[in-house]
């Protein structure tokens, strides 16, 4: 019954959420302000599921510049944890532009202005590699899953090459981000959150200065390595754990007495 009522209040929060994400980012052209309710959105979910992040690495990054974060795939879930794992960049996601025809997900992510691709069409990836730099100039950071989708037995998939590429042709660095536990909180084919801890780990920026098309595959190999090893490594907490309500948008928690 408890799960019904949580799933209920999902759908129609995002129902809710998407017409607000809509008028808010029907006249933008970067979506920035629209970003902001789906930074909100994204909150709601991790704190009615109970799951809580630890984060690992922040002091590596520049929230005052745009990256390309690369990140592994395992969950759902993985797009509101990394929402608010970091807080303080505008975060826009590379993704199949079939997921536009999701009613009120998909229609949020046009107000929102993720960049999307039509993989069975050449001439509309050159237009969305066009779209992708608009977004960067902006300050915007992207978000690739290069493994193309979830993996299914946890274990990190082959890289497709696309958004390294990016990177390279608009010389913008790249950061290696791994999750961890998001599958043990929203398997693949569930719809039932499951409270719990997810990690999150922030690599140092890797530069793509010297890589071309030609030695790409290098570069892919290197980052691969890094996020491959964070998820080989046994799990244990970090020095540097951040409290998942401490770091978000929106009240904290009234905090229930000790019995």
Not at 50 to 57: A, E, H, Q, T, V
Not at 64 to 82: E, K
Not at 95 to 124: C, N, Y
Request: include cysteine.
């Amino acid at each position: 019954m408890l799960y019904i009522i949580q799933l209920s209040f999902f759908a129609l929060l995002t129902i809710f959420l998407a017409l607000v994400t809509i008028a808010c980012g029907i006249f933008e052209t970067h979506g920035k302000k629209a970003y902001r309710i789906n930074q909100f959105w994204t909150w709601i979910i991790l704190r009615v599921g109970g799951i809580r992040l630890s984060i690992d690495g922040l002091e590596n990054i520049d929230p005052q510049r745009p990256y390309i974060f690369v990140v592994n795939h395992q969950s759902n879930i993985d797009i509101p944890v990394l929402v608010q794992a970091l807080p303080r960049f505008q975060l826009r996601w590379i993704a199949k532009k079939e997921l536009l025809q999701v009613p009120f997900f998909g229609w949020a992510m046009w107000a929102t202005k993720h960049v999307t691709i039509d993989r069975s069409d050449p001439q509309d990836a050159v237009k969305s590699l066009i779209v992708a730099k608009a977004r960067l100039d902006a300050g915007i950071s992207l978000v690739i899953y290069p493994e193309g989708t979830r993996s299914r037995d946890g274990r990190l998939q082959r890289f497709k090459k696309g958004g390294f590429l990016l990177a390279v042709q608009a010389n913008t660095p790249i950061v290696p981000v791994t999750v961890r536990g998001s599958a043990r909180v929203l398997p693949i084919g569930a719809w039932r959150l499951r409270p719990g801890i997810i990690a999150v780990t922030i690599d140092k920026p890797v530069s793509v200065e010297g890589f071309r098309p030609g030695n790409l595959r290098l570069l892919v190999n290197q980052v691969h390595a890094t996020i491959d090893s964070r998820l080989r490594a046994p799990e244990r907490p970090s020095a540097h754990d951040e409290v998942f309500e401490d770091r978000v948008i929106g009240p904290k928690p009234i905090e229930k007495p000790s019995v």
